[in-house]
């Protein structure tokens, strides 16, 4: 009984160790082993006082591990498409992925492309590079607002200085 007890606990220390690290599958198991052994603790044994509690404790603590886990794998989801639309030829924009919201920043090189691109395609001889640069604007606004939708977070865009440029909900 005091080895079940014993790798109760050791359980319980690496799912908190994996907690402080942001290892939430790590933490999961972990909760879900310590929450089993401790189960395991027979009610009329010298340890059952303390291991009434602790199962408590480890149930509550195994479902904010999953809910983060939940929350993780989301976040994961949400950085890999928009890493697929903030690099294309060149990076485009740098993003960071808050609770409610995503705020995407352009950035300069990127910024200068635009600019050079827009000076070329204003000379009426390249009509293709204008219609090219006005998909390729077309397809980011077009990509960011998909992302909002299916995300259910609202997007900020960012020029270069932080002025916010556009909101996609």
Excluded at 40 to 56: E, G
């Amino acid at each position: 009984v005091a080895q079940i007890y014993g790798q109760a606990i050791a359980q319980a220390k690496l799912a908190k160790a994996a907690e402080l690290k942001n290892q939430w599958q790590s933490a999961v198991t972990h909760w879900r082993s310590a929450l089993t052994a401790i189960r395991q603790v027979p009610p009329n044994s010298l340890f059952a006082d303390k291991a009434k509690p602790l199962a408590i404790l480890y149930f509550l603590s195994l479902g904010q591990s999953e809910k983060k886990l939940q929350v993780a794998i989301k976040q994961e989801a949400i950085s890999g498409q928009l890493k697929k639309i903030c690099q294309n030829s060149i990076k485009i924009c740098d993003y960071y992925i808050g609770d409610n919201s995503i705020k995407i920043t352009v950035v300069p090189d990127y910024i200068r492309q635009i600019r050079s691109s827009s000076l070329n395609a204003q000379d009426p001889s390249n009509y293709q590079m204008q219609i090219e640069l006005l998909n390729h604007v077309a397809q980011l606004e077009k990509d960011l607002q998909r992302m909002s939708k299916i995300t259910k977070k609202r997007i900020e865009l960012y020029n270069v200085s932080g002025g916010l440029m556009s909101t996609y909900q």
